[in-house]
């Protein structure tokens, strides 16, 4: 491999500042495989994890992408709460404002599913202060909360925005602030007074804004795949490239503190484990053994990677002591373990194992030991995901060849099916685990979508022009 930055680099631990990589295709011999044997874990197991990552690439949900999402609501809770988001007050150069506060948050509030905000040309009034609102005719209305607000450019050409969050039928304010922003930040701003309000009205952490991961893949002019691992807002605007590759890229996990994604990488005819930092570019490969190495996890102190290597032979869960670069085995049998995820705590993982027959979701302590079976209602289970709570987990079912997403109770062991698509993949929690991102092949066509963990909220998540796969939600934002 090289870069643009220079000569060829060694194998081991390397860095990478550079962020187009130019490599070989890869697996190619895969694509002659019929049937897949067990009868030797050492070599077999290989084989299979391998074509395995192929026809997940080839097969999953992938969906058209470029620039911003578009969020499209299918369907919300019974009880939406009334809200009405009226256009800030502008105080500043003629012209338009900067950006629409008012329309990002209304649009925010929204695609969550528990809010029904009210059309502007159906606003009585439009008041931007608190003395001008006349809560008679939002009562008339039915209008339970009301949002206020101004952008005011200062003299340095920096800019001032207030809001205020007004309960209607008390005639009082339940919360609101005044901060200092550069242009750049306006948007993040929106975003932040979205998560207030959120916050205030449904007691839950609002998580709007946050930050989502996929893989793109676009043909260029001569027809060959480039795959691009991106980063966007969680409503899809601002997206980033953070690596283009002529092969394949996969399982983007984030750090805990939103800084840091891991992934894999086929770059040199083999897989590989990346850790790339964000802000500067700069990655590390960190997992480049022998056979296979995949899915990365990073565990809730961000300190360790929880990953699958096949190095001794056979798929086993590993963890992976960033600091000093020592592994720990977690699992050890013949079967194939894959798909690591930490419980919050970070005392235990959960992954997928065919052991019995089928592949299931398995629990086990770091320490190693027996492995529980955690899912027996069916003969397909995969890419299990930890709730933010602790209190369940996301996977992907498979049932009379529909794969779609469900949630397993670990208090009471009840399964919940979300979805009703013929092939969802890659589930993802949100921060405040009330929405589950993933990939999708549905009624609509190849799109990612969101579903409440509750399975009440469903959205879809509309792009053009190019394919995108694999969706990651980020954490909560560290300041």
């Not at 966007?232 to 840091?260: H, I, T, Y």
Request: with cysteine; charged share 25%.
């Amino acid at each position: 491999m090289k870069c643009s930055t220079g000569g060829p680099l060694p194998r081991s631990r390397r860095h990478h500042p550079c962020r187009c990589l130019r490599t070989r295709r890869f697996l190619s011999a895969c694509a002659s495989e019929n049937s897949i044997s067990y009868s030797n874990p050492r070599t077999d197991g290989v084989r299979y994890v391998y074509c395995l990552l192929i026809l997940l690439l080839s097969s999953m949900p992938a969906v058209r992408a470029q620039g911003e999402l578009e969020i499209i609501i299918d369907t919300g809770v019974e009880n939406t709460l009334p809200i009405a988001v009226i256009p800030f007050g502008w105080n500043g150069a003629a012209g338009e404002q900067p950006i629409d506060l008012h329309r990002t948050i209304a649009n925010n509030l929204s695609r969550s599913g528990r809010f029904a905000t009210m059309d502007e040309n159906e606003m009585p009034q439009r008041p931007v202060e608190f003395a001008h609102v006349n809560f008679s005719d939002w009562q008339l209305l039915r209008m339970e909360n009301i949002v206020i607000g101004n952008l005011k450019q200062t003299q340095a050409g920096d800019y001032e925005i207030e809001f205020r969050l007004l309960d209607v039928y008390k005639a009082n304010q339940l919360t609101g602030f005044r901060i200092k922003a550069k242009r750049r930040q306006l948007r993040r701003i929106a975003h932040r007074i979205s998560d207030i309000i959120f916050e205030k009205l449904t007691g839950v952490r609002g998580a709007f804004d946050t930050r989502i991961a996929y893989v793109t893949v676009k043909q260029d002019q001569a027809g060959q795949d480039r795959h691009s691992l991106q980063i966007a807002d969680a409503d899809g605007f601002n997206p980033q490239v953070l690596l283009e590759s002529d092969q394949a890229l996969m399982s983007p996990a984030w750090s805990p503190d939103g800084k840091r994604l891991a992934y894999v990488s086929f770059e040199g005819d083999s897989s590989s484990v990346f850790v790339q930092d964000i802000r500067t570019g700069r990655r590390e490969e960190v997992a480049a053994h022998e056979g296979i190495n995949s899915a990365p996890a990073f565990s809730p102190d961000g300190g360790r990677l929880a990953m699958t290597l096949s190095k001794d032979g056979n798929p086993e869960i590993y963890v992976l002591h960033l600091a000093g670069n020592s592994l720990q085995r977690i699992t050890r049998h013949r079967a194939i373990d894959t798909e690591p995820n930490w419980s919050p705590d970070g005392s235990r993982l959960v992954f997928t194992s065919d052991r019995g027959g089928t592949p299931q979701i398995y629990e086990v302590g770091l320490q190693g030991g027996a492995p529980r079976r955690l899912t027996f209602d069916g003969s397909y289970f995969a890419r299990p995901r930890h709730s933010p709570d602790g209190a369940g987990i996301t996977m992907v079912y498979g049932s009379n060849g529909a794969y779609r997403i469900a949630y397993l109770d670990t208090g009471n062991g009840s399964l919940s099916v979300l979805t009703n698509n013929r092939l969802d993949e890659s589930p993802s929690f949100s921060p405040n685990g009330s929405m589950i991102i993933y990939a999708t092949n549905g009624r609509y066509g190849s799109e990612l979508a969101a579903v409440s963990a509750d399975g009440k909220v469903r959205q879809r998540l509309a792009l053009q022009d190019g394919e995108v796969r694999e969706p990651a939600w980020g954490p909560f934002p560290a300041d």
